[in-house]
């Protein structure tokens, strides 16, 4: 089969497509023939060498395709599936365990859904099972307009919590459009000092950022990260949780992802759909981190 296949460490250059050997799948996995694949930021910082990864390796984790072979109980050949590839996902097949994926509605798109997985799990788990977010509260996301923030901001609203995002000025209609009550452009506008009394202030951004964050806060609400350390002595003093968000795998909450963006009521953007032949492109682009919304290969 086709793959990229990471057997050294650098820039977007040295992507290449591959022929590789096939997968077989295990007891209780399925190999899939994948539809579609995401980019995440992690995958290219796999490739640069700044998070550690046994190479040679096949690059990516979300995808989205068919059995074509099950050894595993409640899915059978012929089912669309999506979820996580955990030996690689930027290929013509992976093998992945059951428990890491969920069966796609026939209301959603194969690039739609593997779109969800890091992403929509990552909003998810922010949102519940870190922040406990509540009907009638306050929700702050920055980096509204990226792969993980603008989920974030339409479960935030399927939640009934009052969204403020923040992004530069050219996603304002974009994030509003997304159904955020307020948008902040950080660009032009300091939101330690225009925002305030947030329950949960997510930060998909990192960097300085997290700490421009953290005043908007009220004493008893959290702030959760997902790209760096969270200030955690900081927040103590103000009287404010901060947690660092590691992304868990759940196929029952990929399943009720799904279910919303079949339904309609939570969109994903798709920045971009590309061949795994244009990987090293597509690659530059999230590295950029201006992208709105996910970027996608089909393999």
Do not use: C
Not at 120 to 130: C, N, S
Not at 137 to 158: E, M, S
């Amino acid at each position: 089969m086709r793959a990229v296949l990471l057997s050294e460490t650098g820039g977007p250059e040295i992507l290449r497509v591959e022929d590789v050997a096939r997968p077989d799948p295990g007891d209780g996995e399925v190999l899939i023939r994948v539809r579609a694949a995401s980019i995440n930021p992690i995958d290219w910082k796999h490739r640069r060498g700044l998070s550690p990864k046994d190479l040679p390796a096949v690059l990516g984790s979300d995808i989205s395709g068919t059995v074509e072979q099950s050894r595993a109980d409640g899915f059978v050949e012929g089912e669309d599936v999506f979820g996580f590839a955990p030996r690689g996902g930027y290929a013509e097949f992976a093998t992945t365990p059951t428990p890491a994926i969920a069966k796609k509605p026939a209301g959603m798109t194969h690039e739609q859904a593997a779109a969800i997985p890091v992403s929509g799990l990552t909003a998810w788990q922010a949102r519940f099972d870190r922040g406990g977010l509540q009907r009638g509260q306050t929700l702050l996301v920055a980096g509204a307009a990226g792969g993980v923030g603008h989920l974030a901001v339409q479960l935030g609203k399927h939640a009934g919590a009052r969204v403020i995002g923040t992004g530069s000025a050219r996603n304002r209609e974009f994030v509003l459009g997304l159904g955020a009550d307020e948008f902040v452009d950080y660009t032009s506008q300091d939101v330690s000092e225009t925002v305030s009394d947030v329950d949960l202030a997510f930060d998909t951004v990192g960097g300085e950022t997290t700490m421009t964050l953290l005043p908007t806060v009220r004493e008893g609400g959290a702030l959760v990260v997902i790209a760096g350390a969270p200030p955690e002595a900081q927040a103590a003093e103000r009287g404010v949780r901060a947690e660092l968000l590691i992304m868990s795998v759940s196929s029952e909450q990929l399943a009720k992802i799904a279910e919303l963006v079949a339904s309609g009521e939570v969109r994903v953007e798709i920045a971009g759909t590309f061949s795994l032949s244009q990987v090293a492109t597509a690659h530059e682009l999230s590295e950029a981190g201006h992208t709105r919304g996910k970027l996608i290969l089909t393999p």
